[in-house]
């Protein structure tokens, strides 16, 4: 179980530091081909959300990794639950209807739930 935790997690926790990165670093017109909701929301909160990802991405890594609280990797991974049922809203309440990703990290953050409740 540990072994699939450091798998799914560590998927989890690249894309979400990579998408968060790109949230922080990356000018609306740089995002808006891969993120057609940049529009709707203010870029303060962009970069707040995107903040959130990277931060979210090293409580699923750090804590279980240096032994010290490692039960914030089980809330990091419930924030993403949280973060991604909000996107999909984002989603269906706009233009860009396409959901799959947002389902799919959603799936894979429940798991990571899961297996990190064995940690």
Known sequence: MNIA???VAGLLA???????????IR???RLRPM???VDRIPLPAVRALGTVEVLGAIGLVLPPLTGVAPSLATV???GFVFLQTGAIAVHLT???RRIA????????AAVTIWL???L
């Open 101 to 108: 990703l947002n389902v799919g990290l959603t799936a894979t």
């Open 35 to 37: 993120m057609a909701w």
């Open 76 to 78: 990091a991974a419930v």
């Open 27 to 29: 000018s609306r017109d």
């Open 5 to 7: 935790y450091w798998i």
């Open 116 to 118: 990190a409740t064995g």
């Open 14 to 24: 690249l894309f979400y530091c990579y998408a968060g990165t790109l949230k922080v």
């Open 94 to 96: 706009g233009e860009d």
